[in-house]
């Protein structure tokens, strides 16, 4: 089992910037391929970025590929994600997510581990 708990949102300006943390526990959360996805309201999730157990292999939506960045701190059992020239169009609930393997995926259906969610609001 892995437990993760989101937090880091807020409300931003447009270009402005926020970083979010996912807090991890669970015996074996650090060898595991981590995500973040997004719901926005009326939409359905989607993918925003995966990082490998490691840290050195990450991939990325199209839509934030350049201005989001997402690392991992095992030893500090957390993930982040990094988000810069925020736009209006990245408000959403931002969730962290684990696939409980390590090979990485985009796709929603492959992750069975959830937090909460943490709202971001970009303002314009």
């Known amino acids: 089992q892995v437990q993760l708990v989101e937090s880091g949102g807020g409300l931003v300006q447009d270009g402005g910037s926020l970083r979010l943390s996912c807090a991890a526990s669970?015996?074996?959360?650090?060898?595991?391929?981590m995500g973040w996805f997004r719901q926005a309201p009326g939409k359905e999730r989607e993918f925003v970025a995966a990082?490998?157990?490691?840290?050195?292999?990450?991939t990325y939506a199209d839509s934030v590929k350049g201005r989001f960045t997402i690392s991992r701190d095992n030893a500090k059992n957390t993930v982040y994600l990094q988000m810069n020239s925020l736009k209006p169009e990245d408000t959403a609930v931002y969730y962290c997510?684990?696939?409980?393997?390590?090979?990485?995926?985009?796709?929603?259906?492959?992750?069975?581990?959830w937090g909460q969610g943490t709202q971001v609001t970009v303002s314009s």
């Open positions: 669970g015996r074996t959360w650090s060898i595991y391929v």
């Open positions: 997510a684990s696939n409980g393997k390590q090979t990485m995926s985009v796709l929603i259906s492959e992750y069975n581990y």
């Open positions: 990082i490998n157990r490691i840290g050195f292999r990450t």
